[in-house]
């Protein structure tokens, strides 16, 4: 190091002065340098000759020790000295499995894709598609930030439900599919109430129509309509606002929103709707729900024998 520096300093001073440089001294820069990249490249790429069973048992002691990110790397040496062998592909679905583990979802799901494109018929291919689902599904954030991973689990969870649908992880996914829609009306929702407490009411509008017609199904319908029938009266269209009224009085006679809605209507919703008990709410949207033990179980490979 201490030459690279010395020809770096000969070479500022030939510089500075506009002497013209003399070839000894430019050979021995280029070649001062081309060594000592070398000398740093054959240390971060020592290669040791081992078994295929040495390196995968070493791997899995690593996966045991939680040391992910070595395990991974353990995993991908098997391929790189014995590719064809039988614990090759093993191998590669392991290192995605321990990027997991070591919650390196993008590396997880990098591995993932290239073991599905390389292997599309193996037995092992629909856990591969299950754990790239689990991967986006680990990363959703909270309603407040972007849903771009939301979408992608979504998406990528109803891949696996419409290829496999009789297996085990189709059944595992449609549980997160619900949730993951749930959580995509939650944004929607938290979209709407900001513009509401802002009292743009055209967009809050805009915001619980989507709800109520795009996530039907979810938990969110109710608040949805109940907003909107807060919305319609701070418009002044108070036609509007009872006909959203009755849809909600309908649909959720019980419901802890419909008792919000029928004091703010004044009681005149419908004739034969009786006041309900008004329980206690909470507004704020859950995050899904992260995996119990018997889901994370389907999250290893089935020759993981702990």
């Not at 520096?5 to 070649?31: E, F, H, K, M, Q």
């Not at 998406?155 to 290829?163: D, F, P, T």
Request: net charge positive.
């Amino acid at each position: 190091m201490q030459i690279l520096l010395g020809n770096d300093l000969i070479l500022r001073r030939y510089c500075l002065s506009n002497w013209r440089l003399p070839n000894w001294v430019v050979l021995a820069t280029v070649l001062g340098v081309l060594v000592g990249c070398s000398a740093i490249e054959e240390e971060e790429h020592v290669y040791i000759e081992r078994s295929m069973d040495r390196i995968y048992n070493s791997a899995l002691d690593l996966l045991k020790q939680r040391e992910y990110k070595a395990a991974a790397a353990e995993f991908d040496e098997v391929e790189r000295q014995h590719p064809y062998s039988s614990w090759a592909t093993k191998a590669q679905l392991m290192s995605a499995y321990a990027y997991y583990s070591g919650n390196a979802y993008p590396e997880a799901i990098s591995g993932l894709e290239r073991f599905i494109q390389l292997h599309p018929a193996h037995k092992d291919t629909p856990y591969a598609y299950y754990l790239k689902g689990l991967s986006y599904y680990e990363q959703i954030s909270d309603v407040g930030r972007d849903q771009r991973m939301t979408t992608m689990a979504l998406k990528s969870l109803r891949e696996i439900v419409a290829r496999f649908p009789k297996t085990k992880y189709a059944r595992d996914s449609k549980l997160k599919i619900d949730l993951t829609v749930d959580h995509l009306a939650g944004k929607e929702m938290n979209i709407g109430r900001y513009y509401q407490d802002r009292k743009q009411y055209l967009a809050a509008i805009n915001r619980f129509k989507l709800v109520t017609e795009k996530f039907q199904r979810t938990t969110h319908v109710p608040e949805a309509l109940h907003r909107l029938v807060e919305a319609y009266l701070a418009l002044g269209l108070r036609h509007e606002a009872k006909k959203v009224a009755a849809v909600l009085g309908h649909n959720y006679p019980g419901n802890e929103w419909y008792s919000d809605t029928y004091d703010l209507m004044g009681g005149s919703v419908t004739a034969e709707v009786v006041k309900p008990k008004k329980p206690t709410k909470s507004t704020k949207p859950k995050k899904p729900a992260k995996p119990k033990k018997d889901e994370k179980e389907l999250s290893k490979p089935w020759y993981i024998l702990w």
